[in-house]
């Protein structure tokens, strides 16, 4: 698409929607242009600009660019351009697509290079690639989150760009191209640029006719994606089975693809109901797998089950409280040590088997709590299990 191709930023102030990272004041604009990048991680949605980035990164630092993708990169190109660069004053600049997809070998590749800064890696996915990429990766390199681009700032863009090239459209269609693009630029224009050709003025019609269904996610009416996300989460947490299931039937008559709606009611069933009823995981378990197979019109059955099988459970954030907890104190320098008798190989471990289930030994050098039961249906049945097992009469 010609549009998104003349319209791709060539200077750093020229991306928008980023400026928690790229603005004046921000720590990837500032490490940028005192040319101290680190290797670094890019991962955010789709068309919200990390390949972008990577290339005006190449373009500020005056970087040769090399643009790989980890589905099919070969090692063999990788050390090739290595050894060209292994002497050179001017060390190039590595952008690999689908960063997530690497092997553990090809990360191993690439991991002397990035000690030895033979090239600059910048590495981007839809995906977090932190948690793909190995602890050695990880200790060299810094994670940029980019978030989607939003409404206004789409919708700025948007009129920039009519009024450059003359496109006559409706309000209609201009709140269409914005809404059902999900802040995703790119699509945007590739939708805009493809209605153009077919007649002007560009109308909604013609837009619907291309893209009958927002992309990514659910609704191009007035309520956005996320607040009917949103509001069908809350209901099912409050246990309102109509409004649960009206906000389900929003998203999708508004196209919301049946794996991400699966998806965000398997977090719920842990994060709201958790073992109040730890049945529901499973049920959400097996919801994701069959509408991954079955897919629209008969996918909305399953997820309608489970919505009202998760709004009826009693619920408890116990869980999810508890590793909240736990990863606040780690995150405030409450590290730690293994005691001793925990570690590997330890002769003073006492094995609570050869005890009757349980026998009284530390398992953390500070007695901290974390986890609080609520009590809420099936909790009590494990708080009693607890008890009993630290009574030895279970």
């Not at 928008?16 to 040319?35: M, N």
């Not at 269609?173 to 077919?198: H, P, Q, Y």
């Not at 309608?304 to 009693?314: F, G, K």
């Not at 002769?347 to 609080?372: C, I, M, R």
């Amino acid at each position: 698409m010609l549009l998104a191709l003349k319209y791709r930023p060539a200077t750093l102030d020229d991306i928008v929607g980023q400026e928690a990272l790229l603005g004046p004041e921000a720590p990837l604009r500032k490490l940028i242009e005192a040319d101290a990048l680190p290797h670094l991680f890019l991962y955010g949605p789709p068309g919200c600009g990390k390949t972008t980035l990577a290339r005006v990164i190449a373009s500020t630092l005056q970087r040769p660019f090399y643009e790989l993708n980890g589905t099919t990169l070969k090692v063999e190109a990788l050390r090739k351009i290595f050894k060209e660069y292994t002497h050179a004053l001017q060390k190039p600049l590595i952008f690999i697509d689908e960063v997530h997809r690497l092997s553990k070998n090809q990360q191993e590749v690439l991991l002397p290079y990035m000690e030895s800064y033979t090239a600059l890696i910048i590495g981007a996915s839809t995906e977090n690639p932190y948690y793909s990429m190995t602890a050695a990766i990880r200790s060299r390199s810094h994670l940029f989150a980019l978030k989607s681009i939003e409404s206004n700032t789409m919708a700025k863009q948007l009129e920039r760009i009519i009024a450059k090239e003359g496109f006559l459209l409706n309000e209609d269609a201009k709140t269409f191209l914005v809404s059902s693009s999900d802040g995703d630029l790119r699509a945007m224009l590739n939708l805009l640029e493809s209605a153009s050709l077919i007649g002007s003025p560009v109308t909604l019609k013609t837009l619907k006719s291309i893209r009958p269904h927002a992309i990514q996610a659910g609704s191009s009416e007035a309520d956005s994606h996320y607040d009917l996300t949103s509001a069908m989460i809350k209901s099912i947490r409050g246990s309102d089975i109509d409004a649960a299931i009206y906000y389900l039937a929003r998203l999708i008559s508004g196209g919301e693809p049946p794996e991400f709606l699966a998806r965000r009611l398997a977090i719920l069933a842990s994060e709201d109901i958790g073992n109040a009823n730890p049945h529901a995981l499973t049920l959400a378990a097996s919801t994701l797998t069959i509408v991954k197979h079955i897919g629209y019109p008969e996918a909305r059955i399953p997820l309608a089950q489970l919505a009202v099988y998760l709004a009826s459970s009693p619920k408890s954030n116990s869980a999810y409280e508890a590793i909240n907890a736990a990863q606040k104190a780690i995150a405030d320098s409450e590290i730690y040590p293994v005691p001793e008798h925990l570690k590997t190989g330890s002769d003073t471990y006492l094995y609570p088997h050869n005890y009757g289930g349980w026998v009284a030994q530390s398992y953390l050098e500070k007695n901290s709590v974390f986890y609080h039961s609520k009590g809420s249906g099936f909790e009590k049945n494990l708080d009693a299990w607890l008890e009993k097992i630290k009574e030895g009469t279970i």
